[in-house]
């Protein structure tokens, strides 16, 4: 509704009692309410989580991409490595599927078993600088002052820096081992949701709540963790979904060209890709595959994240 | 164990149970300083209440703030029991805070809506007596209050405006405080709500012995809930005294032309009440006006008002005003 | 204005040493220019350790990097050091000519595109066209352009082609000019820019699509909309005088912002397309371990994203009255 | 259902809202903002609305203008007749035509309600060029002598001013002015000094009052305050949960409450003419509009209700038939009475 509570600055807007109608007390001194459990508030999210479908289905489909990957050893054809020198450079058929690359290796195998890799960079990737965005976040606005002058600069900084250049630049000095290009993407994806979570806590800082923790005593530490993480869950869960879908792409580029996990040991989405680029008109089947594959799991953690936004932040386009 | 050594730093003595004494609270930015709070004083005897009213941007919720340390003063002393406040080490504060409790306006953001009201009430007494009867006790304050006990699993989102101000109640009143700060607690409920709050704080009060520092834009709260009035405008308290002094015989013109602004809801006042107009427009705290602040729209403004500052009269008097010619200018009594 | 933006400036300038220094230590890191020519069997041990002394190669790497910044700040950009002692400059100035063009071209059609998909999209939230732009913006941001642009390559210049059952492919794909082409040609120039910038812009009009979604439903919903509705006031004008008007500001500046990282950030269309730009130019130089390529190139990239944060910021103050330079502009965003 | 117009018999009102159905979609379900509203504003008259936070006032106002929010509000039943032609069933090309220039609106909040990007002047500028064909510079001449009768000093200069730029007394008062531009028959206020402080809201109040009497024109006025009312108004209507309970002359109503609503209300007001003390209260909160009780909406709240108002929703009704107040409860005798 729409209407506003009255007095000065009453700002009650929008946020009316939810879930349980007001019942009204009889005339007695206690009040009490209809509803036999009470509903939180994460599920109320996942309520509104459930009712979007483009991020269940995506849920469902991501799903299968990640049991795929997850037990490639026992559901594909062939290993990543075997070759079948027999079948080089073949197209569909009966045996592969989806064909074989230059070396005769099982594409479909290749795809399956890759999915590990790219998905575990995209996960470990958005999990570190979802840990490490949040910290930054939540103390620079937290504390404030020169803590926060010195956090910020630095973040601001980095985000103002020819990005794809220095990410180039920093593959090339790491080595192509996982665990360096993991290294890299997460050195350049946590400012983004640092900026979000600071410029969250600093209005957070200001609600009443938190005002009246510190009025009660509460010790800094337990504001931060009781008052101003759950209240920052969904901007997080959001953002650090977003970016698994960005790092599985920025890994395919950086595989692309010739930078990301080396494609000798094992195979990714991005090396297979970035290793047959030349063979786009002879064996195009080779370039459909992976794509596929890449763009698919984007797609699927995009909507997601979508899904998640409007669950779990239902003051953004609530009309 | 947190009892005692909480009690003994701030136990009784005599004295007034709050002195604010020339609180001083300056915002600095590049361009310009506000001076939100500029020089207030007054005390507040155990057992009784203060109302402090004034304007949107007047000083009042920072005065609040500044009592509680939630901001840190810019000068100024507050003394608790006899006690100095703005010097207190950090550490200190904590343990200072258990005894004032504060009610915010807002109770739709002054509850964490990730957290039961089992968890927003027992906060207090978690942090003070971990090893409490902590669920218990929360039952306890929740009835107090008017609420079910049963309500303590629910979220915030479930209930409706004044039982979140209730369970706010509940929530300061937990680590048993002395001082109870209510910063405008009912101007953003219903007037249907609102009596039920009011009335809530008042059987507190008589119950539990409370002292209360009521903020309110509300005159007509004011005059219900306290029994001694503070007047504040732009970050001054410009007249304080008994709630008889102040409503029937104000003495500051500013004053004067709150009362007679508030409207009565009483068609026969229509026609009958003077409405003492201000003329002008309320001026910028970030620019405020040379001497008395509210001389721009004063009308018994004079020369000396410009280049003068009016002080609030010294102790002793009863009635303190900070007006040049408080003792002279007609104004008119209110119905 | 102008004293914020030197501010700004005095700011930056600390940070594109740093950035200058880490190129030129990382370019030694990756690979050596010396070893370029170790690997040719042409020239002698000896001519080597004279090129090595010539350009000061042995000399502590701090003094090479002092060196090389004194001629950079004073425009000398020197001569390369492994394309045959040619002068730096016109490679740079070629390379940035034509990024820069392929940039205004895929970023004007993306914005033509995109702000009005997302104008359309907002005012008709969840219609059909709503669902179906906002699925096609995600597919544009999930889709890694170098695969697109490998997939555009291949229906341009195979698919199309073997289903018309004619010989040569419709659109070249990759160069600026067809091979054997000598000077200018308008048409074949515009021919070859067509697919980088198709494959650009996919993904860019998925974003700037989805910005002025967000910002035009989050615009419609104000207060001064509904206002200027009750003023009587033709839809039309509704939405694009008060409506977009507003949603621009802070799409205008975001998309500035983007533009910056775009001058640098061509790398893998540039790449896929063999477009001759700063992308390319950057990777050869890395690859071949020419800092006095490389350093210009990423000097130049850095340069061009702190001057469009910097363009962004003013652009702001000159767009929103409300804000101040020098002042957060996301506090002027939540107003 | 329909209120009797006592003024002048036969007559029809300037503005007559009948049985005014209106729904808002909100994510827990479906609100029913005003459910079978009746009234009647006739010219030259100030009538206010009254009521609570969430009683559907506000949507009200934006009904009869057809302003709801436009996925997610609609009419779903009754008429709103201005001068007999029902705005309910007009074009959109009709009701722009109506809007700003017959019927105008003020809205609660200037600082959002104003565009912020906009010069004030050209703000009342563009009002004036929307339903009149003038120029440019006699449109801005108008707009300054409005900033001038509204009381604005300065009025030349500060029609270069963005809203930011003023303060919340003075933007409240731009809003008057553009409201007034066209000199309607309607100016529809809603909420008008809530978001003001006392002593300003009181000019405002005072301006819009002058303002009303010079350009005899009649105001709705939409507000939470009983003590506005009783200084502006010359008849009320008293909304709760989405229904009119009680509408009449301020005297009446004030002097002799026949709605338990009304009277409660009233009596659970803490004034700034009283003598301090306990409160009266009305107990409980009230009730969603999204699931009303059935009969009467106020009824668990009330504490003169039986049996039949948990059952029977009451009809409005003239009591007594003398004091031109329409009341809708079952127990208005027992309420007036005492």
Same mark, same amino acid.
């Given at each position: 509704?729409?209407?506003?509570?009255?007095?000065?600055?009453?700002?009650?807007?929008?946020?009316?009692?939810?879930?349980?109608?007001?019942?009204?007390?009889?005339g007695?001194?206690?009040?009490?309410?209809?509803t036999?459990?009470?509903?939180?508030?994460?599920?109320?999210?996942?309520?509104?989580?459930?009712?979007?479908?483009?991020?269940?289905?995506?849920?469902?489909?991501?799903?299968?991409?990640?049991?795929?990957?997850?037990?490639?050893?026992?559901?594909?054809?062939?290993?990543?490595?075997?070759?079948?020198?027999?079948?080089?450079?073949?197209?569909?058929?009966?045996?592969?599927?989806?064909?074989?690359?230059?070396?005769?290796?099982?594409?479909?195998s290749?795809?399956?078993?890759?999915?590990?890799?790219?998905?575990?960079?995209?996960?470990?990737?958005?999990?570190?600088?979802?840990?490490?965005?949040?910290?930054?976040?939540?103390?620079?606005?937290?504390?404030?002052?020169?803590?926060?002058?010195?956090?910020?600069?630095?973040t601001?900084?980095?985000?103002?820096?020819?990005?794809?250049?220095?990410?180039?630049?920093?593959?090339?000095?790491?080595?192509?081992?996982?665990?360096?290009?993991?290294?890299?993407?997460?050195?350049?994806?946590?400012?983004?949701?640092?900026?979000i979570?600071?410029?969250?806590?600093?209005?957070l800082?200001?609600?009443?709540?938190?005002?009246?923790?510190?009025?009660?005593?509460?010790?800094?530490?337990?504001?931060?963790?009781?008052?101003?993480?759950?209240?920052?869950?969904?901007?997080?869960?959001?953002?650090?979904?977003?970016t698994?879908?960005?790092?599985?792409l920025?890994?395919?580029?950086?595989?692309?060209l010739?930078?990301?996990?080396?494609?000798?040991?094992?195979?990714?989405?991005?090396?297979?890709?970035?290793?047959?680029?030349?063979?786009?008109?002879?064996?195009?089947?080779?370039?459909?595959g992976?794509?596929?594959?890449?763009?698919?799991?984007?797609?699927?953690?995009?909507?997601?994240?979508?899904?998640?936004?409007?669950?779990?932040?239902?003051?953004?386009?609530k009309? | 164990?947190?009892h005692?050594?909480?009690?003994?730093?701030?136990?009784?003595?005599?004295?007034?149970?709050?002195?604010?004494?020339?609180?001083?609270?300056?915002?600095?930015?590049?361009?310009?300083?506000?001076?939100?709070?500029?020089?207030?004083?007054?005390?507040?005897?155990?057992?009784?209440?203060?109302?402090?009213?004034?304007?949107?941007?007047?000083?009042?919720?920072?005065?609040?703030?500044?009592?509680?340390?939630?901001?840190?003063?810019?000068?100024?002393?507050?003394?608790?029991?006899?006690?100095?406040l703005?010097?207190?080490?950090?550490?200190?504060?904590?343990?200072?805070?258990?005894?004032?409790?504060?009610?915010f306006q807002?109770?739709?953001?002054?509850?964490?809506?990730?957290?039961?009201?089992?968890?927003?009430?027992?906060?207090?007494?978690?942090?003070?007596?971990p090893?409490s009867?902590?669920?218990?006790?929360?039952?306890?304050?929740?009835?107090?209050?008017?609420?079910?006990?049963?309500?303590a699993?629910?979220?915030?989102?479930?209930?409706?405006?004044?039982?979140?101000?209730?369970?706010?109640?509940?929530?300061?009143?937990?680590?048993?405080?002395?001082?109870?700060?209510?910063?405008?607690?009912?101007?953003?409920?219903?007037?249907?709500?609102?009596?039920?709050?009011?009335?809530?704080?008042?059987?507190?009060?008589?119950?539990?012995?409370?002292?209360?520092?009521?903020?309110?834009?509300?005159?007509?709260?004011?005059?219900?809930?306290?029994?001694?009035?503070?007047?504040?405008?732009?970050?001054?308290?410009?007249?304080?005294g008994?709630?008889?002094?102040?409503?029937?015989?104000?003495?500051?013109?500013?004053?004067?032309?709150?009362?007679?602004?508030?409207p009565?809801?009483?068609p026969?006042?229509?026609?009958?009440?003077?409405?003492?107009?201000?003329?002008?427009?309320?001026?910028?705290?970030?620019?405020?006006?040379?001497?008395?602040?509210?001389?721009?729209?004063?009308?018994?403004?004079?020369?000396?008002?410009?280049?003068?500052?009016?002080?609030?009269?010294?102790?002793?008097?009863?009635?303190?005003?900070?007006?040049?010619?408080?003792?002279?200018?007609?104004?008119?009594?209110?119905? | 204005?102008?004293?914020?933006?030197?501010?700004?400036?005095?700011?930056?300038?600390?940070?594109?040493?740093?950035?200058?220094?880490?190129?030129?230590?990382?370019?030694?890191?990756?690979?050596?220019?010396?070893?370029?020519?170790t690997?040719?069997?042409?020239?002698?041990?000896?001519?080597?350790?004279?090129?090595?002394?010539?350009?000061?190669l042995?000399?502590?790497l701090?003094?090479?990097?002092?060196?090389?910044?004194?001629?950079?700040?004073?425009?000398?950009?020197?001569?390369?050091?492994?394309?045959?002692?040619?002068?730096?400059?016109?490679?740079?100035?070629?390379?940035?000519?034509?990024?820069?063009?392929l940039?205004?071209?895929?970023?004007?059609?993306?914005?033509?595109?995109?702000?009005?998909?997302?104008?359309?999209?907002?005012?008709?939230?969840?219609?059909?066209?709503?669902?179906?732009s906002?699925?096609?913006?995600?597919?544009?941001?999930?889709?890694?352009?170098?695969?697109l642009?490998?997939?555009?390559?291949l229906?341009?210049?195979?698919?199309l082609?073997?289903?018309?059952?004619?010989?040569?492919?419709?659109?070249?794909?990759?160069?600026?000019?067809?091979?054997?082409?000598?000077?200018?040609?308008?048409?074949?120039?515009?021919?070859?820019?067509?697919?980088?910038?198709?494959?650009?812009?996919?993904?860019?009009v998925?974003?700037?699509?989805?910005?002025?979604?967000?910002?035009?439903?989050?615009?419609?919903?104000?207060?001064y909309?509904?206002?200027?509705?009750?003023?009587?006031?033709?839809?039309?004008?509704?939405?694009?005088?008060?409506?977009m008007?507003?949603?621009?500001?802070?799409?205008?500046?975001?998309v500035?912002?983007?533009?910056?990282?775009?001058?640098?950030?061509?790398?893998?269309?540039?790449?896929?397309?063999?477009?001759?730009?700063?992308?390319?130019?950057?990777?050869?130089?890395?690859?071949?371990?020419?800092?006095?390529?490389?350093?210009?190139?990423?000097?130049?990239?850095?340069?061009?994203?702190?001057?469009?944060?910097?363009?962004?910021?003013?652009?702001?103050?000159?767009?929103?009255?409300?804000?101040?330079?020098?002042?957060?502009?996301?506090?002027?965003?939540?107003? | 259902?329909?209120?009797?117009?006592?003024?002048?018999?036969?007559?029809?009102?300037?503005?007559?809202v009948?049985?005014?159905?209106?729904?808002?979609?909100?994510?827990?379900?479906?609100?029913?903002?005003?459910?079978?509203?009746?009234?009647?504003?006739?010219?030259?008259?100030?009538?206010?609305?009254?009521g609570?936070?969430?009683?559907?006032?506000?949507?009200?106002?934006?009904?009869?203008?057809?302003?709801?929010p436009?996925?997610?509000?609609?009419?779903?039943?009754?008429?709103?007749?201005?001068?007999?032609?029902?705005?309910?069933?007009?074009?959109?090309?009709?009701?722009?035509?109506?809007?700003?220039?017959?019927?105008?609106?003020?809205?609660?909040?200037?600082?959002?309600?104003l565009?912020?990007?906009?010069?004030?002047?050209?703000?009342?500028?563009?009002?004036?060029? %929307?339903? /009149? $064909?003038?120029?440019?510079?006699?449109?801005?001449?108008? +707009?300054?002598? !409005?900033?001038? =009768?509204?009381? #604005?000093?300065?009025?030349?200069?500060?029609?270069?001013?963005?809203?930011?730029?003023?303060?919340?007394?003075?933007?409240?008062?731009?809003?008057?002015?553009?409201?007034?531009?066209?000199?309607?028959?309607?100016?529809i %206020?809603? /909420? $008008?000094t809530?978001?003001?402080?006392?002593?300003?809201q +009181?000019?405002? !109040?005072?301006? =819009?009052?002058? #303002?009303?009497?010079?350009?005899?024109?009649?105001?709705?006025?939409?507000?939470?305050?009983?003590?506005?009312?009783?200084?502006?108004?010359?008849?009320?209507?008293?909304?709760?949960?989405?229904r009119?309970?009680?509408?009449?002359?301020v005297?009446?109503?004030?002097?002799?409450?026949?709605?338990?609503?009304?009277?409660?209300?009233?009596?659970?007001?803490?004034?700034?003419?009283?003598?301090p003390?306990?409160?009266?209260?009305i107990?409980?909160?009230?009730?969603?509009?999204?699931?009303?009780?059935?009969?009467?909406?106020?009824?668990?709240?009330?504490?003169?209700?039986?049996?039949?108002?948990?059952?029977?929703?009451?009809?409005?009704?003239l009591?007594?038939?003398?004091?031109?107040?329409?009341?809708?409860?079952?127990?208005?005798?027992?309420?007036?009475?005492?």
């Open positions: 509704m729409s209407e506003q509570g009255p007095g000065p600055g009453g700002g009650m807007g929008g946020e009316a009692p939810v879930g349980v109608p007001d019942v009204p007390m009889g007695g001194e206690t009040e009490s309410l209809a036999a459990t009470p509903i939180s508030p994460w599920r109320l999210a996942l309520r509104r989580f459930l009712r979007r479908k483009p991020a269940v289905i995506s849920v469902a489909i991501l799903g299968v991409i990640v049991v795929g990957a997850t037990f490639a050893d026992q559901i594909a054809p062939f290993g990543a490595l075997e070759q079948d020198l027999d079948a080089i450079l073949h197209g569909p058929d009966g045996t592969h599927l989806l064909g074989t690359d230059t070396l005769g290796r099982d594409n479909l290749r795809i399956l078993h890759g999915g590990r890799v790219s998905l575990l960079v995209g996960i470990t990737v958005a999990l570190i600088a979802g840990g490490v965005g949040t910290l930054i976040g939540i103390l620079a606005g937290y504390y404030g002052g020169l803590i926060d002058a010195t956090l910020m600069r630095l601001d900084t980095l985000l103002a820096l020819p990005g794809l250049m220095v990410v180039i630049i920093a593959a090339r000095l790491l080595g192509d081992g996982t665990w360096d290009v993991v290294l890299v993407l997460s050195g350049i994806a946590w400012m983004t949701l640092a900026r979570v600071r410029g969250k806590v600093l209005t800082k200001e609600r009443e709540f938190v005002e009246a923790a510190r009025a009660l005593g509460v010790p800094a530490r337990q504001i931060m963790r009781r008052h101003l993480l759950p209240n920052l869950v969904g901007e997080i869960t959001v953002t650090v979904s977003l698994v879908a960005a790092a599985i920025a890994e395919s580029t950086l595989s692309f010739g930078l990301g996990v080396s494609a000798t040991h094992t195979a990714t989405w991005g090396n297979m890709l970035g290793g047959n680029e030349g063979f786009v008109t002879t064996a195009p089947w080779l370039v459909w992976p794509g596929l594959a890449i763009v698919i799991t984007a797609l699927c953690v995009n909507f997601i994240g979508d899904g998640l936004r409007d669950s779990l932040d239902p003051t953004q386009g009309l | 164990m947190a005692s050594e909480a009690s003994r730093p701030f136990g009784p003595e005599t004295g007034p149970l709050l002195a604010v004494d020339g609180l001083v609270k300056h915002f600095s930015t590049r361009r310009a300083t506000l001076k939100a709070v500029d020089g207030v004083s007054f005390t507040l005897e155990e057992g009784g209440t203060l109302g402090l009213v004034g304007e949107s941007g007047c000083g009042k919720s920072t005065t609040a703030r500044l009592i509680l340390r939630l901001l840190e003063p810019t000068a100024g002393s507050v003394r608790f029991r006899g006690r100095e703005t010097t207190l080490p950090a550490a200190e504060v904590r343990l200072l805070r258990r005894r004032l409790g504060i009610v807002d109770p739709y953001a002054s509850l964490n809506p990730r957290m039961t009201l089992r968890n927003i009430v027992g906060e207090g007494l978690a942090v003070w007596e090893r009867d902590i669920d218990g006790r929360v039952a306890g304050l929740l009835e107090r209050v008017g609420l079910d006990p049963a309500f699993g629910r979220y915030p989102h479930e209930l409706s405006g004044g039982q979140r101000q209730r369970v706010a109640i509940a929530r300061a009143l937990a680590p048993e405080p002395s001082l109870l700060i209510c910063d405008e607690p009912v101007s953003a409920l219903d007037v249907s709500v609102q009596a039920q709050i009011l009335n809530l704080l008042a059987d507190l009060r008589r119950d539990l012995g409370l002292t209360i520092l009521f903020i309110s834009h509300d005159l007509a709260v004011v005059r219900h809930v306290c029994e001694r009035v503070a007047v504040m405008h732009l970050g001054r308290i410009v007249e304080i008994a709630r008889a002094q102040v409503y029937d015989n104000p003495r500051h013109p500013y004053t004067a032309a709150l009362l007679s602004a508030v009565v809801p009483d026969a006042h229509r026609h009958r009440r003077s409405r003492v107009q201000l003329a002008g427009e309320v001026p910028s705290p970030l620019d405020p006006p040379s001497g008395c602040t509210f001389r721009t729209r004063c009308p018994h403004a004079a020369e000396r008002c410009a280049t003068e500052a009016p002080e609030l009269a010294r102790r002793g008097a009863d009635h303190p005003v900070a007006c040049h010619f408080a003792a002279d200018l007609p104004l008119a009594a209110q119905p | 204005m102008i004293g914020y933006a030197l501010r700004r400036l005095a700011v930056t300038l600390p940070v594109l040493v740093v950035i200058s220094f880490g190129t030129f230590w990382a370019a030694g890191e990756i690979s050596s220019p010396t070893a370029q020519l690997l040719n069997p042409r020239i002698s041990p000896e001519a080597k350790q004279d090129y090595v002394e010539l350009l000061g042995d000399r502590p701090h003094v090479q990097y002092g060196k090389w910044l004194g001629n950079f700040v004073t425009g000398d950009f020197g001569t390369s050091l492994v394309r045959n002692g040619q002068d730096v400059w016109p490679f740079v100035e070629r390379a940035l000519a034509n990024t820069l063009l940039v205004a071209a895929a970023v004007s059609l993306s914005l033509l595109i995109g702000l009005a998909v997302g104008v359309v999209s907002a005012i008709r939230r969840g219609s059909l066209w709503d669902y179906g906002v699925t096609v913006s995600f597919l544009g941001v999930s889709i890694p352009v170098f695969w642009g490998l997939m555009l390559q229906f341009f210049g195979l698919y082609a073997n289903w018309l059952g004619v010989g040569p492919p419709l659109l070249p794909t990759a160069g600026i000019y067809s091979p054997g082409q000598q000077g200018f040609d308008l048409l074949d120039r515009v021919r070859h820019l067509v697919l980088p910038t198709l494959a650009l812009s996919l993904q860019l998925a974003v700037y699509s989805r910005y002025m979604r967000a910002s035009m439903l989050e615009v419609m919903s104000a207060d909309i509904r206002t200027a509705r009750s003023k009587g006031l033709r839809e039309s004008r509704v939405v694009v005088r008060h409506g008007r507003s949603a621009l500001v802070p799409v205008t500046t975001q500035a912002i983007d533009i910056g990282q775009l001058v640098g950030g061509l790398i893998v269309t540039e790449r896929v397309f063999q477009y001759p730009g700063m992308g390319l130019l950057f990777l050869d130089a890395l690859e071949g371990g020419d800092y006095t390529i490389l350093l210009p190139t990423v000097m130049i990239a850095a340069v061009v994203v702190f001057a469009l944060n910097l363009v962004a910021d003013l652009l702001y103050g000159v767009l929103d009255p409300r804000v101040r330079l020098g002042r957060d502009r996301r506090v002027a965003r939540n107003v | 259902m329909n209120v009797p117009d006592r003024r002048i018999p036969g007559a029809a009102a300037l503005l007559s009948r049985g005014l159905r209106t729904e808002i979609d909100t994510e827990n379900g479906t609100v029913t903002a005003a459910d079978g509203v009746s009234l009647d504003l006739h010219g030259d008259e100030v009538l206010a609305v009254v609570e936070s969430g009683c559907g006032k506000t949507m009200l106002a934006l009904s009869i203008l057809g302003l709801l436009r996925r997610t509000g609609r009419i779903t039943g009754g008429q709103v007749l201005f001068r007999g032609e029902d705005l309910t069933q007009a074009t959109p090309a009709r009701l722009r035509e109506i809007r700003g220039a017959d019927i105008a609106m003020i809205f609660q909040d200037a600082l959002t309600g565009h912020p990007l906009q010069r004030v002047g050209d703000q009342i500028v563009e009002m004036i060029r %929307a339903h /009149e $064909p003038v120029r440019r510079d006699a449109a801005r001449r108008r +707009a300054v002598d !409005l900033l001038d =009768l509204v009381g #604005i000093p300065d009025p030349d200069r500060r029609a270069a001013s963005f809203p930011h730029e003023l303060s919340g007394g003075m933007r409240q008062r731009v809003m008057i002015a553009m409201a007034v531009a066209l000199d309607p028959a309607v100016l %206020a809603d /909420e $008008p809530t978001a003001l402080d006392v002593t300003v +009181a000019q405002v !109040l005072e301006t =819009l009052a002058r #303002i009303s009497g010079d350009l005899n024109g009649s105001i709705l006025l939409i507000t939470h305050d009983f003590g506005v009312v009783a200084g502006f108004a010359d008849r009320v209507a008293v909304m709760y949960a989405g009119l309970v009680e509408q009449g002359p005297a009446e109503v004030y002097g002799r409450p026949r709605h338990p609503y009304t009277a409660g209300l009233l009596a659970s007001m803490p004034r700034i003419d009283d003598i003390g306990r409160l009266e209260r107990a409980g909160t009230p009730p969603s509009l999204i699931s009303p009780p059935p009969g009467c909406r106020f009824a668990p709240r009330c504490g003169f209700a039986t049996d039949l108002c948990g059952e029977l929703t009451p009809q409005t009704r009591w007594p038939a003398d004091g031109g107040v329409t009341v809708a409860c079952h127990h208005a005798e027992r309420v007036g009475a005492g």
